[in-house]
């Protein structure tokens, strides 16, 4: 347990940032498995759920939730299926 004020502070603050991450990388997580399965059924808008997932990819690295190589890696690996589904 923190016993110092500003330690207490620091333990509530890093307590929201963990609540915030885990929201945003949920988040993500539910829109590459809707992304995926609608790659895998072939449906119409694949297409825009996987830009919807790359936007959020972007953002999520750009606020420091997940690292620039991941970000990359993943959409690559997204767009690369999505492309081969289309052929």
Same mark, same amino acid.
């Given at each position: 347990?923190?016993n110092?004020k500003s330690?207490?502070?620091?333990l509530r603050?890093?307590?929201?940032?963990?609540?915030y991450? %885990?929201n945003i990388?949920d988040?993500?997580k539910?829109?590459?498995k /809707? =992304? +995926?399965?609608a790659?895998e059924?072939k449906?119409k808008?694949a297409?825009e759920?996987?830009?919807?997932?790359?936007?959020?990819?972007?953002?999520a690295?750009? %606020?420091?939730?997940?690292?620039k190589?991941t970000k990359?890696?993943k /959409? =690559? +690996?997204?767009?690369?299926k999505?492309n081969?589904?289309?052929e």
């Amino acid at each position: 347990m923190p016993n110092t004020k500003s330690a207490k502070k620091e333990l509530r603050k890093s307590k929201k940032r963990q609540i915030y991450n %885990k929201n945003i990388k949920d988040n993500l997580k539910g829109l590459i498995k /809707k =992304s +995926r399965k609608a790659i895998e059924a072939k449906d119409k808008t694949a297409k825009e759920l996987v830009d919807k997932t790359l936007k959020a990819f972007d953002k999520a690295a750009q %606020k420091g939730i997940i690292k620039k190589n991941t970000k990359d890696r993943k /959409k =690559s +690996r997204l767009y690369k299926k999505l492309n081969q589904s289309q052929e």
